[in-house]
T-cell receptor, first 112, second 112 residues
Framework: DQQVKQNSPSLSVQEGRISILNCDYT??????FLWYKKYPAEGPTFLIS?????DKNEDGRFTVFLNKSAKHLSLHIVPSQPGDSAVYFC???????????FGTGTSLTVIP | DSGVTQTPKHLITATGQRVTLRCSPR?????VYWYQQSLDQGLQFLIQ???????AKGNILERFSAQQFPDLHSELNLSSLELGDSALYFC???????????FGQGTRLTVV
């Protein structure tokens, strides 16, 4: 049972434009959400998180939006850079946390 | 560098064998998680330990077991290995229950 879904396996964006990665979840008990970035042959690297008491969190070029009623979150990267090319995973957990539930990932390619 | 150390980085072994994967969490992190990533799939949660005690169990096979030692390092034991066990195994550690988890570089297990 996939509780966290990333329906777009891949996304290509021109350098300098906005990248929008989407994630949907089914469990209304989730209240802590994260995005991770993963390069091949490396472990996932934490990017940004958001708790359910907020609907937006920004960190530099990265912004995460949370729509609890739609059970949807998105990651915006502005402006996109070639170094952002990686697989992006969204994850969710219930606080106090046990495991993170991960989506299947979206492979982002930023074209120079 | 996430501060989470996994050894070995690569492991090739034959079917039916047993292997042990090791994880040293970040200093001060009490929670350790194990995840499995099979080819082109998301991260599947296996098991979580908190301060030496098992806290949550996911889709972990009976042939697999884990433990967390008093110095907080953890080991994942995989026995009676099958070809389908070939995957990347990631360890992650976390300080609290409302913070992000940091992942190690992973152990790539190949069963031949």
């Amino acid at each position: 049972d996939q509780q966290v879904k990333q329906n777009s396996p891949s996304l290509s964006v021109q350098e300098g434009r906005i990248s929008i990665l989407n994630c949907d979840y089914t469990n209304s008990m989730f209240d802590y959400f994260l995005w991770y970035k993963k390069y091949p042959a490396e472990g996932p690297t934490f990017l940004i998180s958001i708790s359910s008491i907020k609907d937006k969190n920004e960190d530099g070029r990265f912004t995460v939006f949370l729509n609890k009623s739609a059970k949807h979150l998105s990651l915006h990267i502005v402006p996109s850079q070639p170094g952002d090319s990686a697989v992006y995973f969204c994850a969710a957990s219930v606080v106090p946390g046990n495991q993170f539930y991960f989506g299947t990932g979206t492979s982002l390619t930023v074209i120079p | 560098d996430s501060g989470v150390t996994q050894t070995p980085k690569h492991l090739i072994t034959a079917t039916g064998q047993r292997v042990t994967l090791r994880c040293s969490p970040r200093s001060g992190d009490l929670s350790v998680y194990w995840y499995q990533q099979s080819l082109d799939q998301g991260l599947q949660f296996l098991i979580q330990y908190y301060n030496g005690e098992e806290r949550a169990k996911g889709n972990i096979l009976e042939r697999f077991s884990a433990q967390q030692f008093p110095d907080l390092h953890s080991e994942l034991n995989l026995s009676s290995l099958e070809l389908g066990d070939s995957a990347l195994y990631f360890c992650a550690s976390r300080k609290g229950f409302d913070t992000e988890a940091f992942f190690g570089q992973g152990t790539r297990l190949t069963v031949v």
